[in-house]
């Protein structure tokens, strides 16, 4: 279902890009096989929420290419992206979890300090 949603996006996001003024109205979305959708509106309102299109302000079931929905049609595509993102994920994990492990072997020694710095303030109080 995932990977239908995917193609559907790719498919209307460049048509969104080769449109007069970035523009579509819903009747104009297609499908894997060019014919109009019947669940346009979910499908624009999903392109919506990833921030790929928004609705045109002057234009009754509309929509326009935000900025970033163009830079993604500029820079490959929506498959493109996903690879991009999906590949960007993995350097985040690789790298987060050395990370995560040595900042919680830490935690205790920074626990320690903070309650050696209370301590030592508490007794110069005195």
């Known amino acids: ?3 239908l949603i995917n193609q559907l996006i790719a498919i209307n996001l460049q048509l969104f890009h080769t449109a007069e003024h970035n523009q579509l109205k819903l009747k104009d979305f297609r499908d894997c096989e060019g014919r109009q959708i019947s669940g346009a509106k979910l499908l624009a309102d999903i392109m919506l929420n990833k921030e790929l299109i928004q609705p045109s ?3 009754k079931n509309t929509y326009q290419l935000t900025e970033f929905g163009y830079n993604i049609c500029l820079f490959g595509g929506w498959e493109k992206h996903l690879e991009n ?3 960007l994920q993995a350097v985040i994990d690789k790298h987060a979890v050395p990370i995560v ?3 919680s072997k830490e935690i205790p ?4 300090s903070v309650i050696a710095i209370v301590v030592i303030l508490t007794l110069c109080t005195l």
């Open 109 to 112: 020694t920074i626990i320690l």
């Open 1 to 3: 279902m995932i990977d």
């Open 101 to 103: 492990s040595k900042t």
């Open 85 to 87: 993102e999906s590949k």
């Open 57 to 59: 302000a002057t234009e």
